[in-house]
Structure formats: structure tokens, C-alpha cells
């Protein structure tokens, strides 16, 4: 298959579809602005829907806490938040009145959480309070919401990072609304945090990243196809060491690829067509 035949968004969901496993409950709730909404939501629930419809069917999809596995093969829209009226009308397998209904965050009944932000440091801290000074910020931005809750308490977390540029990869947010690993496990251990919660991987347009927890330190996982490993260090706020021998990203399969297309997004709400 060559990289014509499918999307950089397309390739991302398959890959995390397959990180997905059958007794995982997931929670994403609804990103805004194109980037961080597509990163943020649409290829998170493409992949669980995927999963759902592959190799874990089990698998509990909780969007915004309140629907329970949508029918996303059904979708006419792109809602706008995730209190969406007509969201109601989603085929959905149960809604709850009440967020997360019966999964305890604090009990780390949530194995999986996708989330973003404006900044991420290579210790995977997140922030999406300000930039610059906190009492004197040059950009107040949207808050934490559910983010802090989500690092502290969910078995793995994916931040999908919509944008890939020096201003969103720092050496040092400028205010921790979550937290990755400050001195590594033992250091969110020192914290109160359960040790194997976390970030687990960040994805962008260009790579994805995963973590030596040991060290609590950000490392390149896969670059996609197409992107040059300079690519990805020039775009970076800190250093990444020598990238020379990291693996592509690996392509979707064709079953996958066809279930994605034609079983979870025919509509194409969830993914661009365009090639990225």
C-alpha cells in the first residue's frame, strides 16, 4: 500500500485501534477548533468504534461521559460540544444523567482517556490554562476541564496533539494543568499518582511519541510516512536525540482500512478525505 492510499489521520486511527483491547473502558469528550478536534475526538472515537467492530468488541466507549457506544456509522453532523442537544438522538447503547455515570474516575474504573492542550513538555505535562505569566498571560486559553482528572486518575492516557509546532512542544509548559511524569513514576508516585498511570503516547500529524518512564522523558516512537525525521526535531522545543534509526509509523491494513471507511465513517463525519 503506498502513502497515496490513505490519510495521515486514517493511518493514526488504525495504529491506535490496535492498541485498543477488549476490556478497555475509553473517554473522550469534545476538543474545539479543527486541529484539536480532529486530533482530539474524531480519530479517538474512530479508533474505538474500530476496535468495537474488530478485535474488541466488548470495549465501552463513554463520549463526554454521557453516551454510551455511540453509533457513530449514523453520524450527520460534526456537534460543536459536548452537550450537543441533538446528540441525544444518537443511537447510543444507554445515556447517562450524570458524569461518568457508574465508572468511578478516582478508581481508575477508566482505562483509557484521550485528551490535548496548547503546550506539552517532554516530561509530558499538559497545559491549557494560559500562556505566559499565569496572573499575566499574553493568551488566557480554555482551562483544564476534565484534563487534570484525566492524567491523574485514567490507566492510559493518549494526548492527541493536533498541532505539531515548537510553540506546542516546550521544553516547559507555562502551567501544569496535568500532569505527565515529573521525575518519572517514582516522581508521580511522590505525588500521590497511581504508578502505571499516565501518559501513555503522544500523536501528531508527524510522529508518535512514547515515554521512558523510568526517567519520566518524552522519546519518538514512529514518524510517519512521508515526514523526515529533521522534520520532526526542527518542529520541537527540546531536544529528541538522534532519530536516524526510529521505525515508520506502520500502514493500516487493508481489512481495517475498508471496516474504517465503510462500517465506522461512511459518511466521512469523523475524517478528512483529502490526503493530510
Known sequence: MSESDFTIPELVTVHLAHQLRDDDVCFTGMANGDASALYGTMIPLAAMSLARR???????????????????????????????????????????????????????????????????????????????????????????????????????????????????????????????????????????????????????????FDFNRALGLMQVRSIHPGVSPTDVQSRTGFGLGDLSAVRSTPEPDREYLRVLREEVDPNRMLLPVAVD
Open 54 to 208: 474488530t478485535h474488541a468488541p466488548s470495549l465501552t466507549i463513554l463520549l463526554a461521559g454521557w453516551l454510551h457506544n455511540p453509533d457513530l456509522s449514523r453520524l450527520r453532523f460534526v456537534p460543536n460540544s459536548e452537550f450537543e442537544p441533538d446528540l441525544r438522538f444518537l443511537d447510543s447503547e444507554a445515556i447517562s444523567v450524570d458524569l461518568p455515570s457508574q465508572y468511578n474516575v478516582r478508581r481508575g474504573d477508566v482505562t483509557i482517556g484521550f485528551s490535548n492542550g496548547a503546550q506539552v513538555d517532554r516530561f509530558g505535562n499538559q497545559n491549557s490554562v494560559c500562556i505566559g505569566d499565569h496572573d499575566h498571560p499574553k493568551v488566557r486559553l480554555l482551562g483544564p476541564v476534565f484534563q487534570t482528572e484525566h492524567l491523574a486518575f485514567f490507566g492510559r492516557e493518549m494526548i492527541m496533539m493536533g498541532r505539531h509546532e515548537q510553540r506546542n512542544f516546550v521544553e516547559k509548559v507555562d502551567f501544569i494543568s496535568a500532569v505527565g511524569f515529573p521525575g518519572g513514576e517514582s516522581g508521580r508516585k511522590s505525588l500521590g499518582l497511581t504508578v502505571g498511570s499516565g501518559p501513555e503516547w503522544v500523536i501528531t500529524p508527524l510522529c508518535i
